[in-house]
């Protein structure tokens, strides 16, 4: 018999009694030998410990049901089936009403839990643009809804995630918008019986038309900031102006132009003249050279005459020197009024007109084939926007009456910010100033040189505490330089032949003033000074003129110098061959005496006029230069207002001789042009 080893024993700290033993980690009494090890065992508690382990329990893999396919690269491939989570299983389990009580629980926590990061959030609105940017540049017919969530997106508060929705619609539009004008469906468009392809198109050409007047709306609402303090509401209105303007230069056919139009007038009509301000006017005037259509040109110059006449022609200069870009300036050959615009005659008509050609003998065959070919050709030319002649110059006629409504009206209420720009439009528009016409705006100039007049003998009779000024100052004699040069640009543009049984085309007027106004003119100091000339601000003058000579700098049409101008006046003056020879020899003796005193490029200038009208008037004023060969009596009078009584001929151009000791050798070398023409004409 085999010992049983002996057990050994432990001193064991008895238990308190406010503890709790289990029979398997403690032993109350230890008997000894075989017995009490049985005795021991049947207390312990031996499932215990393996209840609380876990269980490794292998899922079992489901079985798939689904059949075998064929790819079209000819490969067969078992299909897996989806697998359903433990949720969506027991999903029957739960009522409809428990799965809307934990949505709503589910809100409540997002709504009470941690807020997302803004950085986070306009990361995550950058990935969901390029993602509905490229299902648009994909198919965009099939991803129509894409269009609404663009939208949804640049609704957003966050200003960032707005710049960049609107940036993105920008490029999505320019891509997706087709090259024809999308009208809106009547009532018997959705009756009638149509095709699969064409409801399809239908339906996707109505969304992007709806999606992109939403679009617009948002532009025009986001270009006015509310508050000129918010930088990001300003900076969100730079971006959204700059959408503007290139969507209506990259889709100016499509629907909602006027809206687009609208938000660049609204930017011109503010005083403040920013970046915005530029980008906008740029725009114009790029739309008005690039538009072969005409329809834009006229509703952009019928929103912008409106604006002004709003605004009572307190804007700036620039804003109407726009109309100066369009291209009826050289396309359109009719005249035109603020009423009217005449009609080519008959004899017009023959000078364009193709000569008649033999006709054809063609087939009854032929001749059904040739029209349905032409048709077809019709229809081409619709779907392809492409317009004809004739309704481009009804277009450019209604556009040209609205520019010559402005012109005019601005020359009634004698704004003088706008002046020159109005006297140089005018100007560029002679050629197409019906005579109507013609004889109202000669009255509206006549009046301007009269108040010049008045105000420059008012400034005279100022106490001695003003500083001196010439007859007129200078921004008068500018203006009055250019109503003379306004008024010989249009007798220049009108057909004198036609005009002389109907119009007495008499500018004696605009004559005698630039005669009387050599003198004042050749002793200005800033004759060869423009707008844009850097010099010191004239301390005699008030806030407000100076604040109008800074806007002038800013123009970019009316920057001709007085002596340019002059020149220009004179030229036109003196150069036809009618001019009589009366008012050539005052002329050239009031020249003379003037070049003894102008800067030496303005003389340089002056000679040159003057050696050309030798060259045409030589016969006429020769005795000028011989003191022997004098065919006037009496005494020459060089103040005098009227240059017939001045009695030029009993003078001589002793002024010449000095001229040829002049400092500068291009003076001296036009005298001696001079003495040359002269020996020729001998």
Same mark, same amino acid.
């Given at each position: ?253 499509? =629907? ?19 970046? =915005? ?406």
């Amino acid at each position: 018999m085999v010992a049983v080893p002996a057990v050994k024993r432990r001193k064991l700290t008895p238990p308190t009694s406010d503890e709790k033993t289990s029979p398997s980690t403690l032993i109350e009494n230890i008997p000894s030998g075989r017995s009490g090890f049985f005795d021991r065992a049947s207390k312990w508690n031996l499932e215990q410990d393996y209840e609380r382990k876990p269980r490794n329990q292998k899922r079992r893999e489901k079985e798939n049901t689904r059949l075998p396919i064929k790819t079209v690269e000819g490969r067969v491939e078992q299909l897996q089936s989806p697998d359903t989570p433990e949720d969506d299983r027991d999903s029957f389990l739960t009522s409809e009403d428990e799965s809307n009580d934990a949505a709503v629980v589910q809100q409540q926590v997002g709504e009470h839990g941690k807020e997302v990061p803004l950085q986070q959030k306009i990361i995550e609105a950058k990935e969901a643009l390029a993602r509905h940017a490229n299902l648009l540049n994909e198919n965009p017919e099939e991803h129509a809804g894409a269009f609404k969530a663009l939208g949804q997106i640049t609704a957003s508060s966050v200003p960032v995630i707005k710049r960049l929705g609107l940036v993105t619609q920008l490029a999505v539009y320019k891509d997706v918008i087709p090259g024809y004008r999308i009208r809106p469906l009547g009532e018997n468009d959705s009756l009638e019986k149509i095709s699969k392809e064409v409801r399809r198109l239908r339906s996707f050409e109505q969304s992007l038309v709806s999606s992109y007047q939403a679009y617009v709306k948002e532009l025009s609402k986001c270009a006015k900031p509310k508050k000129a303090s918010d930088e990001a509401a300003a900076s969100t209105a730079q971006v959204a102006t700059s959408c503007a303007c290139a969507l209506l230069l990259a889709v100016p056919h499509f =629907n909602s132009r006027e809206q687009l139009l609208k938000i660049l007038v609204d930017r011109l009509s503010e005083k403040k003249i920013d970046s =915005n301000f530029i980008k906008c006017r740029e725009t114009l005037e790029t739309l008005f050279r690039d538009d072969e259509d005409g329809t834009p040109s006229l509703d952009a110059v019928n929103l912008l005459t409106k604006m002004m006449k709003a605004r009572d022609y307190n804007v700036d200069e620039s804003v109407l020197n726009i109309f100066l870009h369009l291209r009826l300036l050289s396309e359109f050959s009719s005249k035109a009024s603020q009423n009217q615009v005449d009609k080519l005659t008959a004899v017009d008509r023959a000078v364009g007109k193709k000569p008649k050609q033999k006709r054809e003998f063609r087939t009854k065959k032929q001749r059904k084939m040739l029209k349905d070919q032409k048709a077809v050709e019709k229809e081409f030319k619709e779907a392809d926007a492409i317009v004809g002649h004739e309704e481009r110059d009804r277009m450019q006629a209604e556009t040209l009456k609205l520019v010559f409504v402005a012109y005019f009206r601005i020359l009634k209420s004698r704004s003088p910010r706008l002046m020159g720009a109005v006297l140089e439009g005018l100007a560029e528009y002679a050629h197409l100033i019906n005579q109507d016409f013609f004889g109202d705006i000669l009255e509206a100039l006549k009046d301007l040189i009269n108040e010049a007049e008045a105000l420059s003998t008012s400034t005279e009779d100022i106490s001695d505490e003003t500083p001196p000024q010439t007859a007129l100052s200078i921004p008068q004699t500018r203006a009055t330089l250019l109503c003379i040069n306004t008024a010989f640009a249009l007798l220049v543009g009108q057909d004198v032949s036609k005009a002389a049984s109907s119009l007495s085309l008499d500018l004696s007027f605009f004559t005698t003033h630039l005669y009387k106004s050599l003198y004042s003119l050749a002793l200005d100091p800033n004759v060869e000074f423009s707008v844009k000339s850097l010099h010191l601000p004239d301390p005699h003058l008030s806030n407000t003129d100076q604040n109008d000579s800074q806007s002038a700098k800013n123009a970019k049409v009316n920057l001709r110098t007085t002596a340019s101008l002059l020149h220009s006046a004179l030229g036109s003056a003196l150069t036809p061959r009618s001019t009589p020879p009366l008012r050539v020899a005052a002329f050239t003796k009031q020249l003379y005496t003037s070049l003894l005193h102008t800067p030496e490029k303005s003389s340089v200038a002056l000679l040159a006029l003057s050696n050309q009208v030798l060259k045409l008037h030589g016969r006429k004023t020769a005795s000028l230069w011989n003191t022997e060969e004098r065919k006037g009596d009496g005494f020459f009078d060089p103040l005098k207002a009227e240059m017939e009584g001045s009695n030029p001929f009993a003078s001589t151009i002793w002024e010449g001789e000095l001229l040829k000791l002049h400092f500068a050798k291009r003076v001296r070398d036009g005298v001696g042009e001079c003495d040359r023409i002269l020996k020729g004409l001998g």
